[in-house]
């Protein structure tokens, strides 16, 4: 089985020496690794230029397209089996493909979706976040996620990548989650859950904001696509609605007596249990196996992250589904990325 690894990047020359070091020591020779420059501004070319007589594979656009397309030049190059798509400022481990490739030799398959984890983990609120990425994509394996596909630790069959069309340019808001929903009717999706890259996260809490707001946008979108009945889309931004509407209704009945308001009150504080406390101790479970220490600051976080990233993602949901217009946000978390769709638009208003 040959992995065609397709590396996206925008002005990356400060991460991407790492992620390349990491590709080319993976623990499996029939393998090809394609970079795609996507009409980068500063050094990325000359850095991957570096790496050519190590096998590495380069392809120039000449116009910023943003991570879709990119993908898609890289899909024209792709000679393998199963393509894998991770992100310039990601390291992986040499075992990376072997894992891929065991899930593949189920019957079925034609995705695998794997774990990511913070390389910058110095930082107080990126090591949090983290903490709490584990717990949702490790602890409940993203059981509470509809979609088991990441873009930076995701392999695909190329048969079944090019029936859909490649990656839609059109959902470059979210093409990860777009692409899991279409080969979920096509065949098996799975995630494996020990497969773990280590990738950039925001180190803010305004860039923790941009991420999950841009990810509930995205799922907005397909909710005003296509109303689906599925429990696994309501669940998060109905718990964070029923905590709302409790709390707004304790406060209005707080004048009528411990009577009236009791009820609504033991209900909002019950939803904002399971959104904070309940982190608290799964935390420590994290981070005990992980070895780490155990940071009464660090769990105090854990207690308030969980309601900033829902609430940004509920609200970015909630914009997604009323706007629906592509150029309304940018296109990713990271101030540098950009996008010809966003300028056109912007232009417009």
């Known amino acids: 089985m040959k992995f065609s690894i397709l590396v996206p990047a925008y002005n990356e020359e400060q991460s991407i020496s790492p992620c390349l070091n990491s590709l080319i020591s993976i623990d499996y020779d029939d393998k090809e690794i394609i970079v795609i420059d996507d009409a980068s501004t500063d050094r990325t070319v000359q850095v991957v230029e570096k790496y050519l007589s190590k096998g590495v594979i380069l392809v120039k656009r000449e116009i910023n397209g943003g991570r879709a397309a990119a993908l ?16 310039a400022d990601t390291v992986v481990h040499s075992k990376w493909l072997q894992r891929f490739k065991s899930c593949f030799e189920q019957e079925g398959v034609v995705a695998v979706g794997g774990a990511y984890q913070a390389h910058n983990k110095d930082k107080l609120l990126v090591n949090t976040t983290d903490i709490l990425d584990q717990i949702m994509n490790r602890v409940f394996k993203k059981s509470l996620i509809p979609n088991k596909l990441s873009g930076v630790n995701s392999a695909i069959r190329r048969e079944a990548l090019l029936s859909l069309g490649g990656f839609n340019e059109n ?14 009717r096509i065949g098996g999706v799975v995630y494996d859950p020990d497969n773990v890259v280590a990738t950039q996260y925001p180190d803010t809490w305004l860039g923790i904001w941009k991420r999950k707001f841009y990810w509930g946008f995205a799922m907005g979108l397909k909710f005003r696509e296509q109303m689906p009945f599925n429990i696994k889309l309501w669940l998060r931004p109905m718990i964070f609605v029923a905590l709302f509407i409790s709390l707004l209704t304790f406060l209005v009945t707080i004048p009528y007596g411990i009577n009236t308001f009791l009820m609504p009150c033991l209900f909002f504080f019950f939803i904002l249990s399971s959104l904070t406390i309940l982190y608290i101790p799964l935390g420590v479970i994290v981070m005990v196996k992980n070895k780490d220490r155990l940071s009464p600051t660090t769990l105090s976080l854990l207690a308030v992250l969980p309601i900033v990233r829902e609430f940004a993602y509920v609200y970015g949901l909630f914009m997604g589904f009323c706007k629906g217009r592509v150029g309304s946000i940018r296109p990713s978390w990271k101030e540098k990325a950009n996008h010809r769709d966003t300028e056109v638009a912007e232009k417009k208003l």
């Open 72 to 87: 898609n030049s890289g899909l024209q190059k792709a000679t393998g089996d199963v393509v894998v798509t991770t992100d």
């Open 171 to 184: 959902s470059w808001w979210s093409e990860d989650s777009e692409l899991g929903w279409k080969l979920g």
